[in-house]
């Protein structure tokens, strides 16, 4: 399982670089595919997968209790992103792609802290 967690983390940090060094490229991937249904499931199911995975290692990391509420959180953000359907998910990324470059970039310095703790916490399987 703690695999699963490497594997989100190495997303995280990627995708922070991204809206680090170009704010708009991420968003703009984004907006071209929102249409997608796929793309509707890939960020449900990748939460549900991320979100279980936190919650199933949590007793076996060194922040038992950050790895519960991050994985719950993540759960609960997996729930709402299913129940608003695809159309309110396309509005959604519409939003997210109009925020302010600083916010962009600050979303992705948030993402890339996230990413490298994520990878450096150890977890004793």
């Given amino acids: 399982m703690s695999w699963v967690i490497h594997l989100f983390a190495l997303f995280l940090i990627i995708a922070g670089l991204s809206l680090l060094v170009s704010p708009d490229y991420l968003t703009t991937t984004l907006i071209k595919y929102q249409h997608s249904r796929t793309l509707h499931w890939i960020a449900v199911l990748g939460r549900v997968a991320l979100g279980g995975a936190l919650v199933l290692v949590a007793p076996h990391s060194d922040y038992p209790g950050a790895f519960t509420f991050l994985g719950w959180l ?27 470059g600083v916010v962009k970039r600050s979303m992705g310095l948030i993402a890339c802290v996230v990413g490298i703790w994520l990878a450096s916490v150890p977890i004793h399987l």
Avoid at 80 to 94: A, E, S, T
Wanted: charged share 5%; net charge positive.
């Fill in 74 to 100: 993540t759960l609960l953000a997996a729930l709402i992103l299913l129940l608003m359907g695809r159309h309110n998910f396309q509005r959604l990324i519409g939003w997210a792609s109009g925020l302010n």
